[in-house]
């Protein structure tokens, strides 16, 4: 297993736009291999006095902080699904520019990065 984990500053009142845009990258992510995809909405979030989720992502005020990650069966077919993914149709039709203006939140104070799990424990 491979995942990929996100943290992203959304504005408060965009929660259902942002829900809307993760529901409809699922199906295309599911196409490309990914087994699963979590996103999660700021709860309980502390403000760190070295750092902390807003000060990763330079959160503004009335930004939340969203937390998620997508899981693949290994690395190749993650990083193999991205070019694949950018080139689906439904990425124009469903999320409009390409530049990301469209967008519910920032994408340039998004955290993306990969990891190899250490331990999964499970109920």
Do not use: H
Not at 28 to 35: E, F, H, Q, R, V
């Amino acid at each position: 297993m491979y995942v990929q984990g996100f943290v992203i500053p959304v504005p408060a009142g965009k929660q259902e736009a942002y829900r809307e845009v993760a529901r409809k990258f699922w199906p295309i992510a599911k196409d490309y291999g990914a087994l699963s995809q979590i996103e999660c909405w700021e709860a309980d979030i502390k403000d760190g006095t070295s750092t902390d989720f807003r000060m990763a992502v330079k959160a503004e005020p009335g930004e939340k902080i969203v937390f998620a990650w997508m899981t693949w069966p290994d690395r190749e077919t993650a990083e193999a699904s991205q070019e694949k993914i950018m080139a689906d149709p439904r990425m124009a039709e469903q999320f409009g520019n390409p530049d990301g203006s469209d967008m519910p939140f920032d994408g340039k104070r998004m955290i993306i990065g990969g990891f190899d799990p250490l331990f999964i424990g499970e109920a």
